[in-house]
C-alpha cells in the first residue's frame, strides 16, 4: 500500500471535514478528537458527498438524511444507510497527513450508487 501526501495538518482543524484528491480518489479527511480520518466522499447511502457533512463525537454524520458513519470501520451508526463506507488508513507526520491506498480501496470509493442509472442517459453507452 502507497501513502500519499494529501494535506497539511493545519488544513484539517478539531471538529472540520474537507473533501481532498489523491490522483482520481475523492475523499472525506475529518479530525475529531485530535485524530484525524480519511473515507471515501460518498455516502453509502445516496452518494451526498460526506466532505458536505459534519464531525461528531460518534462518527462522521451525512447532512442529506442523517446517517452517522464510525470513523474506524465505517459501518452506519444509524439510518437509512446500511451499507459501510470506505475506509482509508492515516499516518500524520511531519505537519501532513499522509492517506494509505491500494487499488482494492480506490475502486470501492470511487464506487457511486447512482453510476449506473446515470450511464444509461449518457449518449455515449
Ligand atoms: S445520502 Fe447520506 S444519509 Fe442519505
Not at 463506507?85 to 492517506?99: A, K, M, Q
Amino acid at each position: 500500500m502507497e501513502f500519499h501526501k494529501i494535506a497539511r495538518s493545519g488544513q484539517i482543524p478539531e471538529g472540520v471535514v474537507r473533501r481532498f484528491f489523491a490522483g482520481e480518489v475523492e475523499i472525506a479527511v475529518s479530525r475529531s478528537d485530535g485524530e484525524v480520518h480519511a473515507t471515501s466522499n460518498y455516502c453509502s447511502h445516496l452518494d451526498c458527498l460526506l466532505s458536505s457533512g459534519k464531525v461528531t463525537d460518534e462518527g462522521l454524520l451525512c447532512s442529506c438524511h442523517g446517517s452517522v458513519f464510525d470513523y474506524g470501520s465505517g459501518e452506519p451508526l444509524c439510518p437509512p444507510a446500511t451499507r459501510p463506507i470506505t475506509v482509508f488508513p492515516v499516518r500524520e507526520e511531519d505537519g501532513h497527513v499522509h492517506v494509505g491506498i491500494d487499488a482494492e480501496l480506490a475502486e470501492s470509493a470511487m464506487r457511486r450508487r447512482a453510476v449506473g442509472a446515470r450511464r444509461l442517459g449518457d449518449p455515449a453507452s
